[in-house]
């Protein structure tokens, strides 16, 4: 199986070239819940310790539907199968131009939760231009264990988020450890009281902002991805749920850009517009993430039938 590693403002992306499972020619969320459902020792085995990493995102490539569309693409983690990854999509672009399948200019990719742009403006830097987002619902009151009352907006950026501004722990790096434990039992409780998004959707992920610790910075965040694993990048899609609380509560207009950090100080730049069919229930916006990424690796990962630890642990 062939794969090309790359990291998005420090968190890693695995691209798998060839030698995935056989997932049919359906529409891609269809390909992306037969991945899930029937073959997710194989996502396990790519980005699972001991052939991955911590914190790795695969991003499978695969037809796309649309001829418009460069490829098409289906992310997962240790966890889950993943509608989009903000990230991913920034060290795909990354990828292709290093494969030279694309150059500077602006190019459509294929997700399971719809098509996005991404403009490469030289062979580092890429922006997306993300799928409509939204808030779903505002101000959710969580009495959570050892913690006390936390405060969060579920909203939707191709994943969705329970966003908590301000944190319950200082967002510094050398918290990282309670950053996560808060965080983890924040998701629990909003499992155990059973918050979904739209359509029932389970929120796997989980937010905390806090000050910036940068003069441009315009705050801070830490996000829990479903593996428990802290995204070392300021979470792409999680980005795009934030801008749109922002949105709806006119905290940020549009076309203003801002520099939101992450734990670790990496960085994004970003902005949206107002999505054509917003309405005022759920105000839908158009997201736009700049960020770099670096290409570190081009291998060969040989799966072994006697490694007892080939799908990972």
Same mark, same amino acid.
């Given at each position: 199986?062939?794969?090309?590693?790359?990291?998005?403002?420090?968190?890693?992306?695995?691209?798998?070239?060839?030698?995935?499972?056989?997932?049919?020619?359906?529409?891609?969320?269809?390909?992306?819940?037969?991945?899930?459902?029937?073959?997710?020792?194989?996502?396990?085995?790519?980005?699972?310790? #001991?052939?991955?990493?911590?914190?790795?995102?695969?991003?499978?490539?695969?037809?796309?539907?649309?001829?418009?569309?460069?490829?098409?693409?289906?992310?997962?983690?240790?966890?889950?199968?993943?509608?989009?990854?903000?990230?991913?999509?920034?060290?795909?672009?990354?990828?292709?131009?290093?494969?030279?399948?694309?150059?500077?200019?602006?190019?459509?990719?294929?997700?399971?939760?719809?098509?996005?742009?991404?403009?490469?403006?030289?062979?580092?830097?890429?922006?997306?231009?993300?799928?409509?987002?939204?808030?779903?619902?505002?101000?959710?009151?969580?009495?959570? #264990?050892?913690?006390?009352?936390?405060?969060?907006?579920?909203?939707?950026?191709?994943?969705?988020?329970?966003?908590?501004?301000?944190?319950?722990?200082?967002?510094?790096?050398?918290?990282?450890?309670?950053?996560?434990?808060?965080?983890?039992?924040?998701?629990?409780?909003?499992?155990?009281?059973?918050?979904?998004?739209?359509?029932?959707?389970?929120?796997?992920?989980?937010?905390?902002?806090? #000050?910036?610790?940068?003069?441009?910075?315009?705050?801070?965040?830490?996000?829990?991805?479903?593996?428990?694993?802290?995204?070392?990048?300021?979470?792409?899609?999680?980005?795009?749920?934030?801008?749109?609380?922002?949105?709806?509560?006119?905290?940020?207009?549009?076309?203003?850009?801002?520099?939101?950090?992450?734990?670790?100080?990496?960085?994004?730049?970003?902005?949206?517009?107002?999505?054509?069919?917003?309405?005022?229930?759920?105000?839908?916006?158009? #997201?736009?993430?700049?960020?770099?990424?670096?290409?570190?690796?081009?291998?060969?990962?040989?799966?072994?039938?006697?490694?007892?630890?080939?799908?990972?642990?």
């Amino acid at each position: 199986m062939l794969v090309i590693d790359s990291h998005t403002e420090g968190e890693p992306t695995r691209v798998i070239l060839n030698g995935g499972p056989d997932l049919g020619m359906g529409t891609l969320a269809s390909r992306a819940e037969k991945l899930a459902t029937e073959y997710f020792d194989f996502c396990r085995s790519v980005v699972s310790e #001991p052939y991955g990493q911590e914190a790795m995102v695969g991003a499978l490539l695969v037809e796309p539907t649309d001829p418009r569309c460069v490829t098409g693409v289906i992310y997962f983690d240790a966890a889950a199968v993943i509608g989009m990854c903000g990230h991913g999509t920034i060290g795909l672009a990354a990828t292709l131009a290093h494969l030279g399948r694309i150059d500077v200019g602006t190019h459509k990719i294929e997700t399971p939760v719809g098509i996005v742009d991404v403009t490469l403006t030289d062979k580092h830097a890429v922006t997306v231009q993300n799928i409509d987002s939204y808030r779903f619902q505002k101000r959710i009151a969580l009495e959570v #264990p050892e913690v006390g009352t936390v405060v969060g907006d579920i909203a939707y950026g191709g994943n969705w988020f329970f966003i908590v501004d301000p944190s319950p722990v200082p967002v510094r790096p050398n918290n990282i450890r309670q950053l996560t434990e808060t965080a983890i039992r924040v998701r629990d409780t909003l499992w155990a009281n059973q918050y979904v998004g739209e359509h029932g959707a389970v929120i796997d992920h989980v937010i905390f902002y806090g #000050p910036a610790l940068t003069e441009s910075g315009h705050s801070r965040n830490f996000v829990l991805c479903p593996d428990n694993a802290y995204d070392r990048s300021p979470c792409g899609t999680g980005s795009s749920a934030r801008l749109a609380c922002l949105a709806a509560d006119q905290a940020l207009r549009p076309g203003e850009e801002i520099y939101q950090e992450s734990t670790i100080g990496s960085g994004y730049t970003l902005s949206y517009q107002l999505a054509s069919h917003s309405n005022s229930s759920h105000m839908r916006i158009i #997201p736009r993430i700049t960020g770099r990424a670096f290409v570190t690796r081009e291998s060969t990962l040989i799966s072994n039938p006697d490694d007892s630890l080939r799908h990972g642990f």
